[in-house]
């Protein structure tokens, strides 16, 4: 086991590498946190990282709540400090310098180039998030069925998707998953 | 035949410009943040545009596009924004700590209840079934997200979705060096379509 110290500092610097390639958002660096932080550090299990994932997803608020969860697992409250901080720390200074200037850039063509080309890849990103969440997260047949209606549901219909999720706690409850 | 009477003239044009304080900023997000799960962004752009009237629709899409542009977390960029535009340095920093402080008390209650219980056999059956479903939803967004590239004049983006999708979710390659490849291989793309 490594020392908190050196625990923290890795968060530090994984999530700080993880926000600024963080193009579209938390969605699209699930596959880079799953590949750091269970793949290569090994701190968490895949089961770890999936019922994070889902945690994030069933509470209130900002879809990155995977991140302090991953920083309290791996160093408790001062993990999720650090994660929380380094996550969203850098992008908010990066947009707080940017905003004056933007009004001077937002019709600029080179602006509306490299968003559009940066689309794509954004696309791209939360279709590898999507496999490596599911790969981490379906270990029976009927997780996967469940994984395929939920997709489904919210995909094909306007029914709020968190009677899905809900309809999923049970099944699991149950004993069925 | 009699027109609807219009509104009176002399009444003035609803204003969408409130200056919200700092308290206002503070709990306004701390409602967003409450609210809604996965994604906070439409409870953002009801409360700012439509309860509120900070701004005007325009203004929201204005903020957004720039979020969207800087990497990171949106609603967080947008709560530093929004909090910045309105209230300088202190607003930015009341805006985001308003946004994410409860739903971040929130998760770790969450997450040191899975630590203690999750070896539960009922725990561990919802925790399946919630994570079964919410990767279902992240498979739903990324459906919505390609649909609009099967449009003729979008369909040159799937040159870099695949190779994207193949590398990262597939072969599991570093996200850095993968972005330093295909970044610049889109812009340029995308520059030499918009000439």
């Given at each position: 086991?490594?020392?908190?110290?050196?625990?923290?500092?890795?968060?530090?610097?994984?999530?700080?590498?993880?926000?600024?390639?963080?193009?579209?958002?938390?969605s699209?660096?699930?596959?880079?946190?799953?590949?750091?932080?269970?793949?290569?550090?090994?701190?968490?299990?895949?089961?770890?990282?999936?019922?994070?994932?889902?945690?994030?997803?069933?509470?209130?608020?900002?879809?990155?709540?995977?991140?302090?969860?991953?920083?309290?697992?791996?160093?408790?409250?001062?993990?999720?400090?650090?994660?929380?901080?380094?996550?969203?720390?850098?992008?908010?200074?990066?947009?707080?310098?940017?905003?004056?200037?933007?009004?001077?850039?937002?019709?600029?063509?080179?602006?509306?180039?490299?968003?559009?080309?940066?689309?794509?890849?954004?696309?791209?990103?939360?279709?590898?998030?999507?496999?490596?969440?599911?790969?981490?997260?379906?270990?029976?047949?009927?997780?996967?069925?469940?994984?395929?209606?939920?997709?489904?549901?919210?995909?094909?219909?306007?029914?709020?998707?968190?009677w899905?999720?809900?309809?999923?706690?049970?099944?699991?409850?149950?004993?069925?998953? | 035949v009699?027109?609807?009477?219009?509104?009176?003239?002399?009444?003035?044009?609803?204003?969408?410009?409130?200056?919200?304080?700092l308290g206002?900023?503070?709990?306004?997000?701390?409602?967003?943040?409450?609210?809604?799960?996965?994604?906070?962004?439409?409870?953002?752009r009801?409360?700012?545009?439509?309860?509120?009237?900070?701004?005007?629709?325009?203004?929201?899409?204005?903020?957004?596009?720039?979020?969207?542009?800087?990497?990171?977390?949106?609603?967080?960029?947008?709560?530093?924004?929004?909090?910045?535009?309105?209230?300088?340095?202190?607003?930015?920093?009341?805006?985001?700590?308003?946004?994410?402080?409860?739903?971040?008390?929130?998760?770790?209650?969450?997450?040191?209840?899975?630590?203690?219980y999750?070896?539960?056999?009922?725990?561990?059956?919802?925790?399946?079934?919630?994570?079964?479903?919410?990767?279902?939803?992240?498979?739903?967004?990324?459906?919505?997200?390609?649909?609009?590239?099967?449009?003729?004049?979008?369909?040159?983006?799937?040159?870099?979705?695949?190779?994207?999708?193949?590398?990262?979710?597939?072969?599991?390659?570093?996200?850095?060096?993968?972005i330093?490849?295909?970044?610049?291989?889109?812009?340029?793309?995308?520059?030499?379509?918009?000439?």
């Open positions: 086991m490594i020392g908190r110290g050196e625990a923290l500092f890795e968060i530090a610097r994984h999530c700080l590498v993880v926000s600024v390639l963080a193009v579209g958002g938390t699209s660096v699930l596959p880079e946190m799953h590949r750091t932080f269970v793949e290569n550090l090994q701190w968490l299990s895949d089961r770890d990282f999936a019922a994070y994932y889902a945690i994030g997803q069933a509470a209130p608020g900002p879809n990155m709540m995977i991140v302090p969860l991953i920083g309290w697992h791996v160093a408790g409250l001062a993990g999720v400090l650090v994660s929380t901080l380094m996550f969203c720390g850098p992008p908010s200074v990066m947009i707080y310098l940017i905003a004056g200037a933007w009004d001077r850039y937002r019709h600029a063509r080179w602006r509306i180039v490299v968003q559009s080309g940066l689309i794509p890849v954004t696309i791209g990103l939360v279709c590898a998030s999507a496999l490596v969440v599911a790969q981490a997260s379906d270990a029976s047949l009927v997780a996967v069925a469940i994984t395929l209606a939920t997709a489904a549901l919210t995909f094909f219909t306007r029914i709020n998707p968190l899905a999720l809900a309809a999923a706690a049970l099944l699991g409850l149950a004993g069925v998953v | 009699i027109s609807e009477p219009g509104p009176p003239s002399s009444e003035p044009p609803p204003a969408v410009s409130n200056q919200p304080g206002d900023l503070f709990f306004s997000f701390l409602g967003v943040g409450l609210s809604g799960f996965g994604g906070v962004l439409p409870w953002a009801r409360m700012m545009v439509e309860q509120k009237q900070w701004m005007s629709a325009e203004e929201f899409a204005e903020i957004l596009s720039l979020c969207q542009f800087v990497p990171g977390p949106n609603i967080v960029s947008m709560s530093v924004l929004v909090g910045r535009r309105y209230q300088g340095l202190v607003g930015a920093i009341v805006a985001c700590v308003g946004l994410c402080g409860a739903p971040l008390v929130l998760a770790v209650i969450l997450g040191a209840l899975y630590a203690h999750g070896e539960l056999p009922a725990v561990n059956g919802l925790i399946s079934g919630l994570a079964a479903a919410g990767s279902g939803l992240i498979a739903a967004t990324a459906l919505k997200m390609l649909e609009p590239l099967f449009r003729p004049h979008a369909r040159w983006g799937l040159v870099l979705v695949v190779p994207v999708f193949a590398a990262i979710g597939v072969l599991r390659l570093p996200l850095l060096g993968v330093a490849v295909m970044a610049p291989i889109g812009i340029g793309l995308a520059w030499w379509k918009t000439r």
